[in-house]
């Protein structure tokens, strides 16, 4: 759960940018506009997405082909207003290359005016094993799900999951959270301003963080974290912990091992 100060941090930012006032009698109108994208894995390398304000699903494609669904969503009490206000929701979705780049963004150009909508996008993609990706999103969350992928990720005010997800794996984090399970693969943290929560890492784990919060379980690899004013936790079996370095200065660190 993101802290509470990153909590109101993160609403006020998100509510501020599009405000819709709303009682409680309401019925909010939902009017999403829906793009799709089927292509082989034989035609690009790997996926680019740049997200705004975006929910970003990644599971694996039961096949050597790649799915894509992007959603453009305008939510408001006004079905009227909420129509006229999903125009201003922006997407790209091309070959750039030997990558295949997809984004969102909104578009407030000379023709603005208030919005009064509450304007998001939600990325539903299937990737074949081995394929590279990507992925950048400010505003919303990642999730991760039994895939295997060479990946690098950015994110900031929002939260990343992982659940069995094998490959080389990057990640930039800023005023966000991190929770993994059943990682298998190199995978290295730079973070600041985060919460992560991984068990059941079974690769090689590389963790810089600052002002956060590191808990690890069932820890099966060679760890090195460096913190700077980070509470580090450590549930796993000092056996298991090859290397584990707490670096700089007024640091808060527990080791439990396991009985």
């Known amino acids: 759960m993101i802290p509470f100060i990153r909590k109101i941090l993160f609403l006020l930012l998100v509510a501020g940018a599009f405000h819709c006032p709303v009682t409680a009698q309401d019925k909010i109108q939902v009017v999403t506009r829906s793009i799709t994208k089927t292509l082989n894995q034989s035609e690009v390398e790997g996926l680019s997405i740049k997200g705004e304000k975006a929910n970003i699903i990644i599971g694996k494609s039961a096949s050597n082909v790649i799915r894509i669904k992007l959603s453009l969503v305008s939510k408001n009490p006004s079905r009227k207003t909420a129509e006229e206000d999903l125009r201003y929701c922006d997407y790209v979705m091309e070959n750039r290359g030997n990558m295949l780049y997809l984004s969102n963004s909104f578009n407030l150009k000379s023709s603005y005016k208030e919005i009064s909508s509450n304007l998001s996008a ?101 760890v090195m974290v460096k913190s700077e004013m980070t509470k580090v936790t450590c549930s796993s079996p000092i056996r298991t912990i090859i290397l584990l370095a707490c670096w700089l200065k007024r640091i808060k660190f527990l080791l439990r091992p396991d009985l």
């Open 122 to 222: 939600r990325y539903e993609i299937e990737v074949p094993n081995g394929i590279t990706v990507n992925l950048s999103n400010i505003y919303g969350d990642i999730t991760l799900s039994g895939i295997k992928v060479n990946l690098t990720a950015s994110l900031s005010f929002g939260q990343l999951f992982m659940k069995n997800v094998d490959g080389n794996i990057q990640i930039r984090s800023t005023f966000s959270d991190i929770t993994g399970e059943m990682l298998n693969g190199p995978l290295k943290i730079d973070s600041q301003n985060t919460g992560i929560k991984l068990t059941q890492v079974n690769d090689v784990l590389e963790i810089t963080g600052k002002f956060g919060e590191i808990n690890l379980a069932e820890v099966n690899a060679s």
